[in-house]
């Protein structure tokens, strides 16, 4: 059984109407987990700043134990998907730096599989 922890805080927030969730998966290589999650850990203040995002969240899953292992999830919630897809994944410079560095799709990537899904939603 997998469980998840949070790399850095929590954010609380308060929306109602239609959002976008967004959601994405990293398996990380072994030898590259330290410096994935350091490079996580300078994009998650930056990333809650941009217009449009009510909630940005990064987590690092641990085995039933408790230990970290290589793999991460984040939660995102944005007033558009717009405001996630271009505005924050294609434009944003803390991202264009994140994805410069973790190479996804390269053959010296730090990533082994990389997923991501989003949907549009209404917040209860």
Known sequence: MKFLIS????SI???????FK???HFKVKPEFVDQFRYEVGKIIAPTRKEKGCISYEAYQVVNEKGAPINEFVFHEIWKTKN????????KAPHMI????KVKVGEKDSWVESFNVSGLEVNQL
């Open 22 to 24: 967004g959601y994405a």
């Open 7 to 10: 790399i850095l805080s929590l």
């Open 97 to 100: 730096h994140f994805f410069s």
């Open 13 to 19: 927030f308060a929306h109602a109407g239609q959002v």
């Open 83 to 90: 405001d996630m897809m271009i505005d924050h994944k294609e």
